[in-house]
Structure formats: C-alpha cells, structure tokens
Nanobody, 122 residues
C-alpha cells in the first residue's frame, strides 16, 4: 500500500486546511486510514506521532482525537481511493507534519506516507 499526502502549507490561525491522501496498491487489505501529526521538535519514535483522526475503509465509522473533535471532518472516496481531512478553526498547536497512514487491523497502522507540513501562523 502506498500513501501520498498533499495539501499542507502555511495557514492563518482561525482558518481551515484540507489534506488529501491518495491511496494505491493493495487497498483491499486496508481496514482503516487515518492521519497522525508530528509536532515541531517532537520525535515520532517508531512512527508514534500524535493521532489526529481516522476513518474505516469498509464502513463510515470515524474516530477522532480530542484535539480536533468538533472542528474537523474526515471523508473517503473508495472509488477514487482518496481520504480527505479537513480541520477548521486552526490553532497554533495544529502545526506539524501530517502523515497519512493505513492499517490492516484495527489499532494498527502498517503503512505511512511521506508527510506534508502544515504551519499555522498567529
């Protein structure tokens, strides 16, 4: 499975961002796709960044971190193999490198994309 994230950049606080993840390869093995964030100066040891939001690949169940709950949405288009993350009312703590990730089992994230940098300016 390959994941290609895009949509990062410089955004003003209070604004919105839209990140896109293009999925390719053995998509039939995927059960969920999500986003993790690596905050500035923070290591992602073993790829364990801050979980942001995820969506089931086989139904519409979503799960979210407290940090973005209520101001974010995640959606998918399985026909286009794309997952979209939108976060509104951006805060400085939303700054970081966002990774699109996919897992073949609940709670596991086996595949990681290259990351896209989001910088929220105040």
């Amino acid at each position: 499975v390959q994941l290609q994230a895009s949509g990062g950049g410089l955004v003003q606080a209070g604004g919105s961002l839209r990140l896109s993840c293009a999925v390719s390869g053995r998509t039939a093995s995927i059960v969920h796709i999500g986003w993790f964030r690596q905050a500035p100066g923070k290591e992602c040891t073993g790829k364990e960044c801050d979980f942001v939001k995820a969506i089931s690949w086989t139904d519409d169940f979503t799960y979210s971190s407290d940090s973005v709950r209520g101001r974010s949405t995640i959606s998918k288009d399985t026909a286009k193999n794309t997952v979209i993350l939108e976060i509104n009312n951006l805060k400085s703590e939303d700054t970081g490198v966002y990774y699109c990730v996919a897992g073949e089992r609940i709670g596991q994230y086996d595949y990681w994309g290259q990351g896209t940098l989001v910088t929220v300016s105040s």
